[in-house]
């Protein structure tokens, strides 16, 4: 058996997550990491269906994230669950979402909410 990480690393969107009405109305910058744990028999050549499809990953993470949600916990689960369906080969999904200089009154580069769904 053989073991494979596949990432997608540094995806910046745009987006209007939040609770707080200023959150909503403004927007922010978001950097949002992906990786996927694929566990296959050992093969001598594989092929794109054995793994990750990193096209097809992205753009679920696109429209997952296009829908507006209160809180990053949330958007996390939601990502990981439509990406799970979707590579049902992953042994697990692992996402990250970092929201860039939240409006917390003060210096912070990011705040950042992780998940990994096996």
Do not use: W
Request: aromatic share 10%; glycine share 6%.
């Amino acid at each position: 058996m053989e073991k494979f990480k596949i990432s997608l690393e540094g995806i910046e969107l745009y987006g209007r997550h939040g609770l707080y009405p200023g959150e909503k109305e403004l927007g922010a910058r978001y950097r949002i990491e992906v990786s996927f744990e694929v566990k296959l028999p050992d093969k001598k050549l594989y092929e794109l269906e054995d793994l990750v499809d990193y096209k097809k990953a992205y753009d679920i993470v696109v429209e997952a994230f296009q829908q507006p949600t209160t809180l990053l916990e949330n958007l996390c689960r939601t990502i990981a669950a439509r990406l799970k369906i979707a590579f049902s080969n992953a042994h697990s999904v692992n996402i990250a979402i970092s929201k860039l200089s939240p409006p917390l009154g003060g210096i912070c580069q990011a705040a950042k909410v992780e998940y990994t769904l096996t």
